[in-house]
T-cell receptor, first 112, second 115 residues
């Protein structure tokens, strides 16, 4: 059974810092992993989807990596801004299914 | 529409009442998912529809929960005899097909409060 963990649960940083958000998963047969952003009172916005055949995906200031052998994914945020403040969730599929298993998220606060 | 639409955005009900939550997926998306987000449990899968196939109901927490999808588009999640522990945000997502490599696009959710 897939289990997804995100540590720490919250992070507060000054503006401009480069950040690394961690996600670990138990099923190394994972074939993709997604990172989402959730703003208060809103739904989830997909940030990046990494397939198992890829090692990295980049979108603007965001870069996500996937290491199946170690059961880890990281989301790198360059030059953080107050607008990056949100909860970030990672999710991987349950076995070979379409059902996503989510981490509990990491609440990021970027202070001006 | 441009995105996944859910209604109502907020629902307050009394314990024991039935509620219906609605989801309009992105036009043309064949796969539709319901998830529940609660403070203690995080985000949990509830049910998945793909085309005309039988839905995957493996995440429904009890037989008080049911969902249907009419005409392969709009879906309704029904909770009968609501309990306080049903209070949560119910999120709907759709994807272009049911393949596990497809991005799921989420609606803003329905916040359900059971008094």
């Amino acid at each position: 059974k897939q289990e997804v963990t995100q540590i720490p649960a919250a992070l507060s940083v000054p503006e401009g810092e480069n950040l690394v958000l961690n996600c670990s998963f138990t099923d190394s047969a994972i074939y993709n992993l997604q990172w989402f952003r959730q703003d208060p009172g809103k739904g989830l916005t997909s940030l990046l989807l990494i397939q198992s055949s890829q090692r990295e995906q980049t979108s603007g200031r965001l870069n996500a990596s996937l290491d199946k052998s170690s059961g880890r994914s990281t989301l790198y945020i360059a030059a953080s801004q107050p607008g990056d403040s949100a909860t970030y969730l990672c999710a991987g599929p349950q076995g070979g299914s379409e059902k996503l298993v989510f981490g509990k998220g990491m609440k990021l606060t970027v202070n001006p | 529409g441009a995105g996944v639409s859910q209604s109502p955005s907020n629902k307050v009900t009394e314990k024991g009442k039935d509620v219906e939550l609605r989801c309009d997926p992105i036009s043309g998306h064949t796969a539709l998912y319901w998830y529940r987000q609660s403070l203690g449990q995080g985000l949990e899968f509830l049910i998945y529809f793909q085309g005309n196939s039988a839905p995957d109901k493996s995440g429904l927490p009890s037989d008080r929960f049911s969902a249907e999808r009419t005409g392969g588009s709009v879906s309704t999640l029904t909770i009968q005899r609501t309990q306080q522990e049903d209070s949560a945000v119910y999120l709907c997502a759709s994807s272009s097909s049911g393949g596990a490599g497809n991005i799921q696009y989420f609606g803003a959710g329905t916040r359900l409060s059971v008094l």
